[in-house]
């Protein structure tokens, strides 16, 4: 009758495929965190472009435009600074076409040294993190998916959508 080796009570028995597996698992979660972390700082590198001068422009660089036509890409209308050391422009340019008619006055900051405008207050500030509520979407994929955490990856995409809506609530304003 032949043998049959048994392992003590309480022995741990080795697989030797363990190792490999575990390896191949925390390469996994490695990969899906640096996907998700550039993601997410791409989204507001590309964000805080805009973001910066609807918050932080200066007196001298705010005033109002007044709709004068919208194009495929643009709005254009006349550029009028609050304060009176401001310069006026005749013509700038603004991104921003959701919910824009010819005669609106809209609450802008002006670029330095371009024509270009971005809106001012809460319709700019959320507009201007549209970029990063995109990156928090597709983020949240790989949250749940990749590293396997399905209730922050829920929280992420709802944290996306979230700003997302709200920036469209507020864009005719």
Known sequence: MPVIATAPPGAVRHRPRARPRRALGAC?????????????????????????????????????????????????????????????????????????????RVAVALRPDSAQVVRTGLPGFLYGWLPLAGALLLAS????????????????AATGLALITATFLTAAS
């Not at 422009?57 to 009176?84: H, I, L, N, Q």
């Not at 994929?141 to 992420?156: E, M």
């Open 28 to 104: 996994r979660v490695l990969g899906s965190s640096l996907v998700v972390t550039l993601l997410v700082v791409s989204g507001a590198w590309a964000s805080w472009g805009t973001v910066q001068y609807s918050l932080y422009a200066k007196e001298v660089t705010r005033g109002t435009m007044t709709v004068d036509r919208c194009g495929p890409r643009y709005c254009t209308g006349p550029f009028v600074p609050r304060s009176p050391l401001g310069e006026a422009h005749p013509t700038v340019e603004l991104e921003q076409r959701a919910g824009r008619a010819e005669g609106d």
């Open 141 to 156: 994929v790989i949250v749940a998916g990749g590293l396997r955490l399905p209730r922050p990856g829920l929280a992420v």
